[in-house]
């Protein structure tokens, strides 16, 4: 079998310490990898230098990810056509935002049969009557299949080699999900696959909104009982949402990493939580606080339970998922805080 | 169909919120349940009163629950025979090393048709070539049903009316089920009941066991990523046993209350996370650490890793629970806590 090549869209913090485990095994495994990892780096200028030539020069992303060395046989390259032109396997690793913009760069310009790997959490943002899987949105732009690797992992913490796990969803876990996994699996990065693509990613997309209701009861001082109790309701709902618009996936799938940990995760740490608290604290709108508090980085959060909202509501699915629906009308001020537990005391998991 | 009088054996913290729950219950629900609740009592002298007369006179347990008014329905019985014989229903809160002793008490003196429910979180002190659940001693003792309620139940939180859930497990959900349901829900304590008994007794004896575990990563200073991991891992492992030892539970039953949710609370607040988290910090011995840091309860998680240790050893099963075994060694000193990751690494949960 030909060696397959690696290209990552993307080098923030996450991109960053992915291309550091993946250098490290694509140099490791020369019978399935080409050596060379190709890295797309939006240049920007820092302290007067180029940052891909930093990159390529220093080996390391001193604005992204300042610190950690990245191996020497991943490269900077500015623009993502020639970062893609040759890879087998483009592991889109950018703010969702860009998604679209980016992908339609890339068609035609790739090779037809590559297969594609989102690490992106949240949604697509396209105007539609629904939602969209960031790995639909590519897959639809560059017609090839893509993958999801989503998990418990906060960046810093992968770049740092603490021991922790990700889960990869795949329709084809024979062979892709086989050349998925040991392109990621570590001595400090445990991969699971699962056939559940679009449950895998769908998790990492709802979580954040559980995230802003535990926020919330972080804010109000609820205790560790309440708060056991919003991420549980939460976790039923990204199940009983999986099951109603993406039928089919294992109830096991939501006990792997991309469930369960990244959930737990992200309600206790997390910025998404670490905002919506402050929002009940301080009676300082949500836009404001995410300019205060972020550092450029946007919550997810109430954006997608805006979108779930209106998917929910054009299916009349409402009632089925308070939290959800909770979520939103905190955020857009319809409802107060307080009012949250009133939304779940009836809730239809109480059976 | 006649009333059910309701007896609670146990006025510890637990059982005394869980007093303020059911004696308000029992008088809302007059045409199900006889309005007297007694409450066992272990009489001591508190300020120069008897405990049982302050309870009486004042309804508030100044000793374990101190603020908090107790329904003047329940009356604090400090003779454990007189405290059930006309019950329908027998709530079982005591420390669960006095289970045997109490049960023993009242063999041929309770109604023959009572059943019973235990809230004791841990597994029998049975000298035994395996474990015992709590349930099934009481259950062999007296020949009555056993039900069980767990959940992520911190005492003083459900006290204070702060909102939480419970999960109850009954062999009998229709009858039995329906019965303790309207005897625990309230506007801020929330059960679901399902058939699995087992399977929700064993979360509330395993946990602990978790928790251990994330103590440790704790002290070792790992982070959220490794901890999550931890936890996820240490819920396969519960599902996992419960699935070789008490086969036939839902995969559902691990959602609930008492799954997901204490299992978490456990691993974030709790007492077994504190003391392990302390031992890996500090050098001393794990019972020195019990003695100073928890006020005269002592902490069940290792207890119950050298149980389940002993079950798994004779089973030849100790390859299938690396996390289970890698607490009961760190426990006993068998191993060190930085071993733990190494222990995790090549879990079979990564297939």
Chains 1, 2 share one sequence.
């Not at 979580?207 to 804010?219: E, I, R, Y």
Request: hydrophobic letters at 40%.
């Amino acid at each position: 079998m030909a060696t397959k090549n690696v290209a990552i869209i993307g080098s923030g913090n996450w991109g960053s310490a992915i291309a550091r485990i993946v250098g490290r095994t694509t140099k490791a495994n020369p019978d399935k990898y080409g050596e060379r990892v190709n890295m797309w780096v939006f240049e920007e200028t820092v302290n007067g230098r180029k940052l891909s030539e930093i990159i390529n020069t220093d080996h390391e992303n001193v604005k992204y990810l300042p610190g950690k060395k990245l191996p020497e046989n991943v490269f900077a390259v500015t623009d993502v056509v020639e970062t893609c032109k040759d890879a087998d396997i483009l592991i889109f690793v950018i703010p969702h935002q860009f998604v679209t913009r980016v992908s339609k760069q890339l068609v035609g310009k790739i090779k037809p049969d590559a297969i594609g790997l989102s690490l992106i959490k949240g949604l697509s943002c396209v105007p539609s009557d629904g939602i969209k899987l960031v790995s639909d949105e590519i897959k639809e732009i560059l017609k090839i299949d893509v993958s999801v690797l989503m998990g418990a992992n906060i960046a810093p913490e992968v770049a740092n080699d603490n021991y922790c796990e990700a889960t990869i969803g795949t329709k084809d876990k024979q062979k892709n999900g086989a050349l998925l996994k040991t392109l990621f699996h570590t001595d400090f990065f445990r991969i699971n696959v699962v056939a559940d693509t679009e449950a895998v990613e769908l998790c990492g997309a709802l979580k954040n909104v559980v995230a802003c209701a535990a926020g919330f009861s972080d804010g109000l001082g609820y205790g560790d009982n309440t708060k056991a109790a919003i991420i549980r309701l939460g976790m039923m709902e990204i199940v009983r949402f999986v099951t109603q618009f993406y039928p089919g996936a294992q109830l096991s799938t939501f006990f792997e990493s991309c469930g369960l940990a990244d959930l737990v995760t992200t309600c206790y740490g997390g910025r998404n939580r670490r905002v919506c608290e402050a929002y009940v604290k301080s009676d300082k709108p949500l836009a404001v606080l995410e300019k205060e508090m972020l550092n450029g980085q946007s919550a997810q959060g109430p954006l997608t339970a805006d979108e779930v909202f209106e998917l929910l509501r054009k299916t009349n699915s409402l009632e089925k998922y308070p939290l959800f629906v909770a979520v939103k009308r905190i955020c857009k001020g319809e409802l107060k805080a307080k009012d949250l537990i009133d939304c779940l005391r009836t809730h239809p998991e109480y059976t």
